[in-house]
């Protein structure tokens, strides 16, 4: 089991970038799946966490900026990031919460995470 995110960047203060994570490989079935983020010297900090059925959650910092989605379909889920700001800057983490085809319990699988710059 793979996660793959993507849509990173450089962008200035104001813009929007969209994250994508695909999860791949021997997978039987998907419950959340969610976007963490950790900037230098800080935690690694939920943004935005999708149920299968489409409930979300945010964290109070990117309310009204930020939109997850995801396609049940094709194990994608992703981060819509509008009035993007300096201090968004992080390391973009996704996770799945997931249980492989051969495996016997559900466990989180996290992504390498994809670089988001911010300038003001």
């Known amino acids: 089991v793979q996660l793959q995110a993507s849509g990173g960047g450089l962008v200035q203060a104001g813009g929007s970038l969209r994250l994508s994570c695909v999860a791949s490989?021997?997978?039987?079935?998907?419950?959340?799946m969610g976007w963490y983020r950790q900037a230098p010297g800080k935690r690694r900090e939920l943004v935005a966490v999708?149920?299968?059925?489409?409930?979300?959650n945010y964290a109070d910092s990117v309310k009204g900026r930020f939109t997850t989605s995801r396609d049940n379909a094709k194990n994608t889920v992703y981060l819509q990031m509008d009035s993007l700001k300096p201090e968004d800057t992080a390391v973009y983490f996704c996770?799945?919460?997931?249980?492989?085809?051969?495996?016997?319990?559900?466990?989180?699988?996290w992504g390498p995470g994809t670089q988001v710059t911010v300038s003001s």
């Open positions: 996770k799945a919460y997931l249980l492989p085809r051969a495996g016997i319990r559900w466990n989180d699988y």
């Open positions: 490989g021997s997978i039987y079935s998907i419950n959340d």
């Open positions: 999708i149920t299968r059925g489409g409930n979300t």
